[in-house]
């Protein structure tokens, strides 16, 4: 574990010093952090709506090792940026984004895309089971045990379509199960410290398919964060931003118009 920290300590170190230098703008950067079983290429039909939009984009590479370890990942490419920063977060993503949030000047808004907001106390994995309705847990994999006892998790590929992807072409869901990412058993119970959401305004969309996420727990975490604006999209799954690009975009760009 220890080689991990050290590795993706440098890589954050890396990701701020080669940040893009974007042309001068009066949009706010819209910093983009996956969740688990993903990558940063979930957002890729997004970027380029908001790219055409004028809006320079960072997706971030989420370690998914842990929240605190990740919210400090992101915060150090929060602090590389001098403008100010609407901080979107997928799935898990929004444990990072929250426990990020809360220590970076520069972030003016936030959007949870089918994410946890959690208070700070609470788990992804305990807000999961909140209400009845995931169906994640029986498609996992066998873990992939690390070094130090944790282990690494995966959805089962030949699950993953249907679990994480419904309304996705099938072929490219089967793409996105080779693909993805696992993220640690320890990430998912670890308990955020932090909840950027109680002092800055945010905004939630989800789908009200959502097989990882039950969607009543989704609108409850909206409904406590006092979003200013809720998207539930119909039949759309966990991966709202691959399946439903412009209601997702449209909600960020809502939240961009806010910041003066």
Do not use: C
């Not at 399946?243 to 809502?254: A, F, G, Q, W």
Request: net charge negative; glycine share 6%.
């Amino acid at each position: 574990m220890r080689k991990l920290i050290k590795v993706a300590a440098s890589a954050a170190f890396y990701t701020v010093s080669l940040m893009p230098v974007f042309a001068e703008t009066s949009k706010p950067t819209i910093v983009l952090v996956h969740g688990a079983f993903a990558d940063s290429s979930s957002w890729n039909e997004v970027v380029s709506r908001l790219e055409n939009d004028g809006y320079p984009v960072v997706a971030v590479a989420n370690p998914l090792r842990g929240v605190k370890f990740d919210g400090e990942y992101v915060g150090h490419v929060l602090n590389g940026l001098k403008t100010p920063v609407v901080l979107v977060g997928h799935s898990y993503g929004g444990s990072v984004i929250s426990e990020a949030a809360a220590d970076a000047d520069n972030v003016k808004a936030l959007v949870f895309v089918a994410a946890f907001a959690p208070e700070p106390g609470e788990s992804a994995a305990a807000l999961s089971s909140k209400e009845p309705g995931s169906t994640l847990a029986p498609t996992l994999a066998e873990p992939v045990v690390l070094e130090d006892g944790v282990k690494d998790l995966y959805i089962d590929q030949s699950k993953f379509p249907e679990q994480f992807a419904a309304d996705v072409p099938l072929a490219d869901a089967r793409l996105l199960a080779v693909t993805q990412r696992p993220i640690t058993d320890a990430a998912l119970t670890e308990p955020v410290r932090k909840a950027g959401w109680k002092n800055i305004p945010s905004w939630f969309v989800y789908g009200d398919a959502d097989k990882n996420i039950p969607p009543t727990t989704l609108q409850w975490m909206a409904e406590r964060a006092n979003s200013k604006g809720t998207v539930a999209v119909k039949g759309a799954s966990h991966v709202v931003m691959i399946s439903h690009p412009d209601e997702v975009t449209k909600l960020i760009e809502t939240a961009a118009e806010t910041i003066n």
